[in-house]
């Protein structure tokens, strides 16, 4: 599985990311446009824009997790953003 997946996201789709974060501990996800807004969540529910236990990331922001293993990250954008998600 791998430890660093980038891609684009779909305007108004889920997209998901399953990520290896073994030995890391965590994850970052990273908005590579810089520009507005991208919702995540880690927990198996879809983000949504805006809501509550829906996490935003503007630029990057780091995730602690407290397993190891496979993580499957879902990320929302209201318009296509370039994104980055790696084990951190």
């Given at each position: 599985m791998a430890?660093?997946?980038?891609?684009?996201?779909?305007?108004?789709?889920?997209?998901?990311?399953t990520i290896d974060v073994g030995g890391f501990g965590g994850f970052v996800v990273v908005n590579r446009d810089q520009?507005?807004?991208?919702?995540?969540?880690?927990?198996?529910?879809?983000?949504?824009?805006l809501a509550d236990d829906s996490f935003v990331v503007l630029g990057a922001r780091q995730f602690d997790v407290r397993r190891?293993?496979?993580?499957?990250?879902?990320?929302l954008s209201t318009v296509a953003r370039a994104y980055s998600v790696e084990a951190s």
């Open positions: 430890v660093a997946v980038h891609g684009t996201t779909t305007a108004n789709v889920v997209t998901t990311v520009t507005g807004e991208i919702w995540v969540r880690y927990d198996g529910v879809n983000p949504v824009a190891k293993g496979n993580i499957q990250v879902r990320l």
